[in-house]
């Protein structure tokens, strides 16, 4: 019987895959033979991600564009299609944050994060759509707990998460008729990445994350990239239209806690506003 986790032949292309949790995800997929692109705003970002994944015989494929640029992104999904044939597996990861309280933030910085989060997220899947194999085309979006549990200083990622987790479901049932499948995942608390380095900015409070946590400790990017390779696999051929959480039972009640926690911390350290 053959591996269902190798993705020798298959196509895997990972929208803001420069860094953190999708940087990891696009690693996870190249080390089991999958055929990898990763994209991002950033021209040297892309470069240096390229560099760090290939190897020997296999060089990744990389693209800059921002994904609230629709023209640029049109055409940087079409010059993978043209090198690829097709896209297997699409993972739609960018991704803005900061902390900010509802009152110390600004419109346009709302905007931003809905803009890059949720709007990024539509116009990815939307130009893509005509480059995924059909039956088996496979995408995920990343999403994070904030699209279900309210958390404070996060009311713009809140909003913002939680239509991307509804565009999964909704392009679910859009689209399985052509054999496509949407899934997305939701990381918990990850080690080494930007985005906790932000909500959790002191060893006292990664303490206090790690401890809110059932598992008692925190994810890693190989705990993210096994639920998205498994996503994408033969394993999951039936699992359409799913969130799923991947952050060790911390939605269940810690990151509540944790919320306040933070929030209390910010406006102690008179930080968190975005004017």
Same mark, same amino acid.
Request: charged content about 15%; hydrophobic content about 45%.
């Given at each position: ?20 949790? @999708? ?5 996870? /997929? ?20 390229? %560099? ?5 015989? !296999? ?23 043209? #090198?690829?044939? !097709? ?7 960018? #991704?803005?944050? /900061?902390?900010?309280? #509802? ?18 997220? /539509? @116009? ?5 759509? %005509? ?9 995920? @979006?990343?999403?994070?707990? %904030? ?26 049932? &859009? ?5 496509? !499948? ?8 990850? &080690?080494?990445?930007? +985005?906790?380095?932000?909500? #959790?900015?002191?060893? &006292? ?5 790690? &401890?809110?946590?059932?598992? +008692?400790?925190? +994810? ?5 990239? @096994?639920?998205?390779? /498994? ?35 910010? %406006?102690?350290? +008179? ?5």
């Amino acid at each position: 019987m053959s591996d269902p986790l190798d993705f020798s032949g298959k196509t895997v292309l990972v929208i803001g895959g420069t860094s953190g949790i @999708n940087l990891g995800i696009a690693a996870a /997929f190249f080390a089991n033979g999958a055929t990898l692109g990763v994209a991002s705003r950033s021209p040297e970002k892309v470069d240096a991600a390229v %560099q760090k994944l290939s190897a020997p015989g !296999r060089e990744a494929l990389g693209f800059s564009a921002d994904v609230r640029d629709v023209d640029a992104l049109q055409s940087g999904l079409t010059a993978v299609a043209e #090198a690829w044939g !097709r896209i297997d597996v699409l993972i739609v990861g960018q #991704a803005g944050n /900061f902390p900010a309280p #509802a009152l110390g933030m600004s419109s346009n910085a709302f905007r931003s994060v809905v803009d890059i989060d949720l709007l990024g997220t /539509f @116009n990815v899947v939307r130009h893509a759509h %005509q480059y995924l194999t059909r039956p088996g085309g496979c995408i995920i @979006n990343i999403s994070a707990p %904030q699209a279900f549990v309210p958390m404070e200083l996060q009311v713009h990622v809140c909003a913002a998460k939680a239509g991307v987790d509804m565009i999964t479901r909704v392009l679910a049932m &859009e689209w399985g008729g052509e054999g496509i !499948r949407v899934n997305s995942i939701v990381p918990g608390p990850i &080690e080494g990445t930007e +985005g906790m380095k932000r909500l #959790a900015p002191t060893p &006292e409070l990664q303490h206090a994350v790690g &401890e809110s946590v059932p598992l +008692g400790r925190w +994810g890693t990017l190989q705990d993210i990239g @096994n639920c998205a390779m /498994f996503l994408a696999s033969p394993l999951a051929a039936y699992i359409s239209g799913a969130v799923i959480p991947v952050d060790g039972g911390w939605s269940l009640g810690g990151l509540s806690a944790q919320s306040h926690e933070l929030a209390k911390y910010f %406006q102690k350290a +008179g930080e968190g506003r975005d004017d």
